[in-house]
């Protein structure tokens, strides 16, 4: 307990400098000096003021008594999460510094862009169209300050529920990375559940349409056959796998294709292709450099085989479906399947999507499209 000085606080009359007498109470050490009208109200806060230093010690003094309510209120916020007063401060600190940070959403998008420089060409350019349109609606503000139900008005007006979980994870990917930098305290997309829909199988194509695709890319792109045939009979993936294959990776007298890249380690392999597909090699392969066009130019060739095929609807990567498709159905060998095809992802959703999608004689006809069609 502190001592107190008989004479503490001292009480002195004095002018107020407008000609009247007031009484002063004088707490220094503890506190500043405090006027009052009367003596018998300086005497009255000078006795408060003694009982005060007794009870809760000279620290007291050093906070108002605003403070000191909410210090209590705290405290009882706090109860049973086992932080201090401290501990919470400075949480409390560090989260309104990343809140009123001031990166905006246009230069969180670029930095994010650049970030993901080295992803492959289709992957920039997906995550680029997607961000677009958030930068168009949010792009002047500040990113910690957009919240989950401003993220949930604008995923609505994206349209399908499976368009909107496709602008979801492209977000959930800027503020992954948002939070990364320290941008943000939170990152909004957690709170924002992705929308339920009854999933299709992939899409794939019929005999006729195979055919017809064939057909329109030996009259019209000679050139494109090898890259064609690669992704319809072996399924491989464009630019993680296809774009990176040369002539010396393929042999054809083993009978067998070095998929030395691919989106992941795992997904390397040396895939022994089907004899239809030998067939069209040994015919289009070039003799050297890449086997197929990559980045724009692939598409672009594509599309002109599609369009002189009269293909008006192209599922998302409807040559790979179609190969697992056909292949499932005609060796009846699921991991043989995946095993080619460079699939880890889980045999049942596997089944999921191929199991009896093709029947028998189909499966049976499509490996033997070769080039006399």
């Not at 609505?156 to 977000?171: D, F, V, Y």
């Not at 993680?240 to 083993?254: P, T, Y």
């Not at 499932?328 to 999608?357: C, P, W």
Request: glycine content about 6%; overall charge positive; proline content about 5%.
């Amino acid at each position: 307990m502190p001592q107190i000085k008989k004479a503490w606080p001292r009480i002195r009359k004095v002018d107020n400098g407008e000609g009247r007498t007031c009484y002063s109470v004088d707490l220094r050490p503890h506190g500043p000096r405090k006027y009052f009208a009367t003596e018998a109200q300086a005497k009255g806060e000078a006795q408060i003021q003694r009982i005060r230093l007794m009870n809760e010690g000279a620290e007291s003094f050093q906070f108002s008594a605003e403070q000191r309510t909410d210090a209590r209120a705290a405290l009882h916020i706090l109860d049973g999460t086992g932080l201090s007063l401290l501990q919470a401060a400075k949480i409390a600190r560090d989260f309104h510094g990343l809140q009123t940070s001031g990166r905006l959403v246009g230069d969180a998008v670029q930095a994010l862009l650049e970030n993901k420089s080295r992803k492959s060409p289709r992957y920039q350019k997906d995550l680029r169209l997607k961000l677009a349109s958030f930068v168009a609606e949010f792009g002047e503000h500040k990113i910690a300050e957009v919240s989950s139900r401003d993220l949930k008005v604008y995923l609505s007006k994206r349209g399908a529920p499976i368009t909107q979980n496709n602008h979801r994870s492209a977000l959930s990917v800027l503020f992954s990375f948002a939070k990364k930098e320290e941008w943000i305290a939170v990152d909004p997309v957690e709170y924002v559940t992705p929308k339920e829909f009854d999933q299709k199988a992939p899409g794939i194509f019929d005999l006729d349409q195979i055919k017809a695709l064939l057909k329109a890319c030996v009259e019209s792109q000679p050139d494109f056959v090898t890259a064609l045939t690669l992704a319809l009979f072996a399924g491989l993936r464009p630019e993680s796998e296809l774009w990176h294959i040369e002539r010396k990776h393929v042999d054809l007298a083993k009978g067998e294709i070095d998929v030395h890249r691919s989106k992941s380690k795992g997904s390397t392999r040396f895939i022994r292709p089907e004899p239809v597909l030998l067939s069209w090699l040994k015919q289009y392969l070039p003799e050297t450099g890449p086997v197929s066009p990559r980045g724009d130019a692939y598409y672009s060739r594509l599309l002109r085989v599609r369009e002189s095929a009269g293909l008006k609807m192209w599922p998302q990567d409807v040559l790979r479906h179609s190969f697992a498709s056909y292949h499932y159905a005609r060796f009846g060998d699921e991991n043989k399947t995946r095993q080619l095809m460079g699939h880890y992802g889980s045999v049942h959703t596997f089944l999921r999507h191929y199991k009896n999608r093709v029947r028998d004689e189909e499966a049976e006809a499509f490996w033997k499209l070769g080039p006399t069609l």
